[in-house]
């Protein structure tokens, strides 16, 4: 067995207790016997090979199955200690959406996926490895309104994916600057040999958890409410804004958020669709930006 097939067997595995929940052994052979990954065509897993797929998930993705000898040896998916936090429920819809797609290869070209650009995952291999290990990175960077590219030494904290681009939280050396990097706007990263600690009581979730988007901003914390016309209530309730997004009224949505740009960007994007109710500076700035918009229509052509 090729280490494609196996890598595709511990997916499908995963993939298959997080939907149903829990499962026997027979249970789960019963699946295995249908599956187009049996290419033997064996009635179940061997024992062996069944403990071995668990140790190398456990091994691989951090993910525990484990055995509930009460509820008649049924296997499942364990979260606690780690819990289920976000990156876990991502990294499963991801193993979902790969399943899904190996087992539906003769219609994959009729799936349409929004692709990431290349230059974003470049040195992703070696940002994890330098998390991993709590390793300090050397890297070369020049964002877009840099004349030249620096190189700095950088204690990587976290990685961060938004609209199709990794970013990396970490402190210069230097300075003790904590900022965001753009994958796509590194020219090098390599791994150094120091290595530094984690801020003790560091929570990625926490950290981003008053923001929206990639960029945090040294701003308060504000009450941000607007109202949503007809057309775009269903969106913002199918899929919210923030995890704080409330809706107090019918139409009507508060935020407890950082208003960062990224945010504020967020909103122009609804256009007419909404209105800011409060806070006024933010109320204002939305319709002087909506202003401009217009003003830059009325130029007449060169």
Known sequence: MTPVNTFHRYIWLIDLLNKRGSLTKEQIDREWASSHLNETHD??????????????????FDIEIACSKKDGNRYFIDFDGAGQNSARRYMLQLFSVSNLLHNTSKIRSRIVLEDVPAASNQFLQVIVEALTDNRILQ????????????????????????QQRWYLLSKRTDNGNLRLYALDRMQSAQITDQFFSLPEGFDAYDYFSRYVGAMPEDKPVEQVIIRANEFRINY???????????????????????????????????????????????AEQMKEDAKKVLDAYKKPKS
Not at 139 to 160: E, G, H, K, S
Request: proline fraction near 6%; glycine fraction near 2%.
């Open 43 to 60: 009635d179940e897993i061997p024992r062996r090979t069944f403990i071995r797929m668990r140790d190398a998930i456990a091994e691989l």
């Open 139 to 162: 890297i070369t960077y020049q964002n877009f309104t840099m004349r030249q590219a620096y190189t700095f030494d950088v204690q990587p904290f976290c990685l961060r994916y938004y």
């Open 236 to 282: 913002l309730r199918s899929l919210p804004l923030h995890h704080s997004q409330r809706e107090t009224a019918e139409g009507q949505f508060e935020f407890t958020i950082v208003p960062t740009a990224d945010f504020i960007q967020e909103l122009r994007a609804m256009g007419a669709d909404i209105v800011v109710l409060k806070p006024k500076w933010l």
